[in-house]
């Protein structure tokens, strides 16, 4: 049986991932063990976690295997800096040096973090390097169910390739066509990201987020995709795309447009990190959010039209666009489709260690057992009874141990019902920027006063931000026009018509906070203003304890489905350990938290009102 470590480093999101035999044994994020969010260090931390999971030492290994390909990624930077120059001289004075210094001796690096995991011997260390994309299009071909698949990845950059389309067959993986750089998706949306004052490489979804509060209607919308189309992205009809490098400075620069270029063009200067969001920056986020609905579709048509394939697995950073998906899915162009959880560079750690399995050792496929070979995505750290006590013990919380947790479930669905905010933190954490009912912060869909409560005295972030419903998936049909399973929250559908409340005229004309606090459905905590929802379906086989809780929220309400945020502040990575979640719970207005069987009463804790004690900050995403 082949034992395999997957890494992926030095860029953002840093990950490890671990297989044995071709089984997912285990996969972490560093971020969630230093807490410093999309962390680009080398996951010491991670690696020793998926050793200890699968009870191994690094000489134990087959193959430890990269998820990228550095020296090609240094001749796409010398290549770029040579066909811009004498652009970007700036940009290359300062990025030469540290490429020469640090990064072209990836390998070296490597094995320097390897010594902080523990000891080995570095004649037995078999090392090796997958390319980007193709990491990418193993992480979402192989976990799949499916024998047989058409594979799209779409991200900023990997080597050269920013997209691509390939076939999956078997334990073979055919890449079929790719996108190069300087054209990327990825980099486009990234750059509005950018414009629009959120931070590029994690502030995307804030972006996707933004969008609905654009006026769809308007012409000023309509203008600005124009803009974008005759300006700065010609789109194929094969789904690629030409961007005008005269409106990006990202390949020679330090920042990734030219900001004067960019507001004569959109006649607003770029909005400051923290400014007032105004209608023009949400009809802009509409519009470009628009067009890269339209990119994703025809490139999809064009997986299609290549590969033939009634199958369709996805990945790369794109495929985290949950609203371009639930489109994707309605336009029934595949009759399946497969999103990768962890889709990003993190799941490149996975992918990497999936291709070295079934491509470099020639391993045929384990036959897989329900909906995916994730298991949910739960692959990260659990913990025990004894070491939630001595957590508690430490910090002199006060908790009641249920010994069943059927009462523990029906008593956290009455808090939840009566208003109150609960922090859920239950068995193994989950791999990918999703909270999936084990790291989760829940409330109740039917409070119009939640959404407001959680962005702004729990999670302390910017209130217009959307929550997720988690949904029975036996019920979800009865709430959204969604007729596949969302286990990992990579899906947007629309709420039901008959749930729906008739907008009053000259809605999307009023000032965005008036927008956001009108009723739009009987479930306001989780309805965007399109009337939208990032579903989550809930299986009863793979989170019996998440499902638990929700189907006894419905015996109590009626309602099968929970508002469902990811166990963080603002700035901070989802908490993995269960003292980062008490922390949390104490810094924050959140009323109950429960840590498996224990349940803390905010007001039965030491010196509870208290936050300034727990607080710590954390660096604005």
Sequence with gaps: MKKILGISAFYHDSAAAITVGGKIVAAAQEERFTRIKHTPDF????????LETAGL??????????????????????????AFAPRGFVSFFKAMPVWLREKIFHKRLIYEGLAEVGPFDKKKVNLLFTEH??????????????????????????????????????RDIKILKELSFPHSVGLLYSAFTY?????????????????????????????????IKNNIVDIKEDGSIWLNQSYFTYATGLRMVPEKKWAALF??????????????????????????????????????????????????????NCVANGKLLKANIFK?????????????????????????????????????????????????????????????????????????????????????????????????????GNRSILGDPRNAEIQKKLNLKIKYREGFRPFAPAVLEEDSAEYFDLHADSPYM?????????????????YHDRPLWDKLYYLRSDMPAIT??????????????????????????????????????????????????????????????????VINDYFFRKTDQPDWQNKARWKTEFKMD
């Design 528 to 593: 965007h203003l399109d009337f939208s929802a990032r579903v989550q379906s809930v299986s009863k086989e793979t989170n019996p304890r998440f499902w638990d809780l929700i189907h006894s929220f419905k015996q109590q309400t009626g309602y099968g489905l929970l508002v469902n945020t990811s166990f963080n502040l603002r700035g901070e990575p989802i908490v993995c350990t269960p003292y980062d979640a008490y922390k949390c719970f104490m810094s924050t207005e959140m009323d109950y938290l």
């Design 57 to 82: 030492e690094l000489d134990d290994l087959d193959a430890i295997t990269f998820y990228d390909k550095p020296l090609l990624k240094f001749e796409r930077l010398l290549e770029t800096y040579y």
């Design 336 to 436: 399946n489709i497969f999103i990768q959880p962890a889709a990003g560079d993190a799941g490149g750690a996975l992918g990497a260690a999936l291709a070295v399995h079934h491509l470099h050792y020639g391993e045929e496929r384990l036959p897989v057992k329900g909906a995916d070979a994730l298991e949910g995505s739960y692959l990260g750290p659990d913990y025990s009874d004894k070491e939630i006590e001595q957590m508690g013990r430490k910090v002199k919380a006060v908790w009641e141990k249920f010994e069943d947790f059927g009462p523990l479930s029906k008593l956290t669905a009455e808090m939840i019902a009566d208003g109150n905010v609960v922090g859920w933190f239950q068995g193994r954490m989950e791999f990918g920027p999703r909270a999936l």
């Design 43 to 50: 996951p010491v931390h991670a690696i020793r976690y998926c």
């Design 133 to 170: 994309h193709l990491s990418h299009a193993a992480s979402a071909f192989y976990p799949s169910r499916f024998e047989e698949s058409a594979i799209l990845t779409i991200d900023g950059v990997g080597e050269w390739c920013t997209a691509s389309i390939g076939h999956g067959k078997g």
């Design 267 to 320: 006649g607003f200067p770029r909005r400051g990190p923290e400014a007032e969001l105004v209608q023009h920056h949400c009809n802009l986020a509409l519009a470009i959010q628009r067009v890269t609905e339209e990119i994703v579709y025809k490139m999809a048509v064009e997986t299609k039209r290549i590969t033939g394939s009634e199958n369709l697995c996805m990945a790369g950073g794109v495929a985290l």
């Design 490 to 506: 990579l899906l947007v559908a629309p709420v039901r018509e008959e749930r729906r409340t008739v907008l009053p005229e000259g």
């Design 195 to 227: 414009y629009l004052g959120f931070t590029v490489n994690s502030g995307e979804y804030k972006l996707m987020g933004l969008a609905p509060y654009g006026n769809p209607d308007s012409e000023e919308t309509s203008r600005f995709e124009d803009l």
